[in-house]
């Protein structure tokens, strides 16, 4: 059964730093492609990150460039999000998803506020 | 971009939905359709503008190619209630549409 399990979610005062962490069980994990796609309070969903199988092709959302790091260790079946220099505005549910969204977590939330 | 409509339906079961999608730009047939119920994570529908997916009731369909994009809930169901969501897969950004919110009546 494939299964993705996010973590690291958290009260963050902006300017703040956070790590999401996506474990994946049931697949192949080096053979997919992953997402961050992140859910703010009550709006609809936002695509946030690409990575590659391999970790060598990665895209971002304008608004988490130069700020979020999407990474990945294929030996311990794990998807990361580097969330530097929060901001009110990045509060929301992360969710990891495999490929064109077939998998996806069940989401963590970070909440940015003093 | 991704524009989606309608924002919201209240649709009385039995009938048919339609939802659609239009892309700013073509993107082939990179689309796909979620459906999100509350408190859950989205779920995918269709792949590849009009390829069901395994397990999916097969009132849901879609359909379309380049810029417009439609998906179809055949005979509504309660357990339909929910906000659908369709997102391009062609190039990055990967963006949604600002999704449908779906109400039984």
Not at chain 2, 29 to 52: G, T, V
Not at chain 2, 81 to 87: E, H, L, N, S, V
């Amino acid at each position: 059964e494939v299964q993705l399990v996010e973590s690291g979610g958290g009260l963050v005062q902006p300017g703040g730093s956070l790590r999401l962490s996506c474990a994946a069980s049931g697949f192949t994990f080096s053979s997919y492609e992953m997402n961050w796609v992140r859910q703010a309070p009550g709006k609809g969903l936002e695509w946030v990150s690409y990575i590659s199988s391999s970790g060598s092709t990665i895209y971002y959302a304008d608004s988490v460039k130069g700020r979020f790091t999407i990474s990945r260790d294929n030996a311990k079946n794990s998807l990361y999000l580097q969330m530097n220099s929060l901001r009110a505005e990045d509060t929301a549910v992360y969710y990891c998803a495999r490929g064109f969204g077939s998998y996806w977590g069940q989401g963590t939330l970070v909440t940015v506020s003093s | 971009v991704m524009t989606q409509s309608p924002a919201f339906l209240s649709v009385t079961p039995g009938e048919k939905v339609t939802i659609t999608c239009q892309a700013s730009e073509g993107i082939g047939n990179y689309l796909y359709w979620y459906q999100q119920k509350p408190d859950q994570a989205p779920k995918l529908l269709i792949k590849y503008a009009s390829q069901s997916i395994s397990g999916v009731p097969s009132r849901f369909s879609g359909s379309g190619s380049g810029t417009d994009f439609t998906f179809t809930i055949s005979s509504l169901e309660a357990e339909d209630a929910a906000t659908y969501y369709c997102q391009q897969g062609n190039k990055h950004p990967r963006t949604f549409g600002q999704g449908t919110k779906l109400e039984i009546k």
